[in-house]
């Protein structure tokens, strides 16, 4: 049986599954997989990419605008990491450059129209070190977006914090401080730097075909603790005046994520960096930002699982809200996912009727802490890749092999009707 898929979902998979894993079992022995088709004009791709070092989405629209959101690089080895995919010779933010110039080669240009930090921690824009080498193109060393952006274009660069990167208080971690020094080297090169405008469906946009894809758009969820009402391009702000908190009570960094909404025909997918619902035991309830947001955002077709399925998220709002029919958990810790996530994510109290679960990479001393829920996961290692067809009424979910830098194909399920 291939390296986590379970049993169940080995006999729901597709007959193209079935048979791939059928041959790879009769045979005792690594098959001659093939790689995924590349991209065409029609599709929405939306790659889950796996380093084993923190969370990276590449998203390829219908017309070919390239959107990636996240490149983290967390410091590892430890021992609640597992191996760095496809291995250790290259920093993760490299393997997410060539990752991603591989599978715009079908698209009108190898570049980026857009990064989308969701927020500024190491795991999702780069942790650096005194070995992370310096750039040449200004005064900031190279780790997760900024080694993204050596190997590949950018062309416009948003996040939560720009111009003034103070909310709720000024930059002090040193990989912040990093991320800002590239962004502000990546303006002057060019690149157009912007924060999210929470509530606009305009400002993440098909760049190169817009009329071939008007049931395509984005929608800004949320950022900063601003969320969409769901009306118009109106917003709310969630958190108390920073005037009436003591700075060590200010928004978590996590709280602040950003979230996104793509929708393509009647296909919708969600993605909220590391919101979080903890509330401290009740005592600060508008500390629950995740539970706002999944409310103006769900239902959804895929959503991508907030903080990692770590404990502090995924709450039973959250999945009521989305009533999803697959998860994605952007995985790599021993503490991703917990074993309260799995159960709330199959919950069937939250909402009737079936859902799947996949993961980047799961941690084995994770998968036995979650063994009374893991074994049900659909996958539990590799690239995950969302691909909508053309219109989106379909999709498939394709699991790429994240031990080799092709990729090649280790399952593939559905189509799913969105
Ligand atoms: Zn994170």
């Given at each position: 049986m291939a390296e986590g898929i379970s049993r169940r979902h080995f006999l729901w998979g597709s007959a193209a599954s079935v048979a791939l894993l059928a041959s790879n079992q009769a045979h005792g022995a690594v098959i001659p997989a093939v790689p995924m088709e590349p991209w065409q004009r029609g599709f929405l791709d939306i790659h889950h990419i796996s380093t084993g070092r923190g969370n990276s989405v590449l998203a390829i629209c219908p017309d070919g605008t390239s959107i990636m959101v996240d490149a983290g690089a967390t410091k590892g080895?430890?021992?609640?990491l597992g191996p760095?995919?496809?291995?250790?010779?290259?920093?993760p933010g490299e393997w997410i450059g060539r990752y991603a110039l591989h599978h715009l080669?079908?698209?009108?240009?190898?570049?980026?129209?857009y990064f989308v930090l969701t927020h500024f921690h190491g795991d999702h824009m780069g942790e650096i070190t005194a070995d992370s080498p310096v750039s040449s193109k200004g005064d900031y060393r190279l780790s997760g977006v900024a080694d993204v952006a050596e190997l590949i274009p950018v062309r416009q660069l948003i996040d939560r914090?720009?111009?003034?990167?103070?909310?709720?208080?000024p930059a002090t971690y040193d990989a912040t401080l990093n991320y800002i020094r590239f962004a502000r080297a990546a303006e002057k090169h060019g690149t157009k730097v912007a924060r999210l405008q929470v509530?606009?469906?305009?400002?993440?946009?098909?760049?190169?075909?817009p009329a071939e894809c008007a049931s395509f758009a984005i929608r800004n969820l949320a950022a900063n603790g601003d969320v969409w009402?769901?009306?118009?391009e109106d917003v709310k702000h969630?958190?108390?005046?920073?005037?009436?908190?003591k700075p060590q009570e200010y928004p978590t960094e996590n709280a602040c994520s950003m979230a996104l909404k793509f929708s393509y025909g009647a296909f919708s997918y969600y993605i909220g960096g590391d919101l979080t619902c903890d509330t401290l035991f009740g005592t600060?309830?508008?500390?629950?930002?995740e539970s706002a947001v999944a409310k103006v955002a769900?239902?959804?077709?895929?959503a991508a699982v907030d903080?990692?399925?770590?404990?502090?998220?995924?709450g039973p709002e959250f999945v009521r809200a989305m009533r999803s029919r697959i998860y994605v958990i952007q995985t790599w810790h021993a503490?991703?996912?917990?074993l309260q996530v799995l159960d709330r994510l199959y919950s069937p109290i939250l909402y009737p009727g079936d859902r799947d679960v996949l993961a980047t990479g799961m941690v084995p001393a994770a998968a036995l802490a979650d063994a009374r829920l893991s074994d049900?996961?659909?996958?539990?290692q590799g690239h995950v890749v969302v691909r909508v067809l053309p219109g989106g009424d379909q999709y498939e979910v394709i699991v790429q092999d994240?031990?080799?830098?092709?990729?090649?194909?280790?399952a593939r399920f559905g189509p799913y009707a969105a």
């Open positions: 080895p430890t021992d609640a760095a995919r496809p291995d250790a010779s290259r920093r080669r079908t698209a009108p240009k190898r570049e980026l129209d914090g720009y111009p003034s990167y103070d909310y709720p208080a509530g606009s469906s305009r400002q993440l946009a098909p760049q190169h075909a009402t769901g009306q118009g969630l958190f108390p005046p920073l005037s009436t908190l600060e309830p508008w500390m629950d930002a769900g239902p959804v077709n895929v903080h990692h399925g770590y404990y502090d998220a995924t503490t991703h996912p917990a049900r996961m659909l996958s539990q994240d031990t080799v830098e092709e990729g090649k194909v280790k």
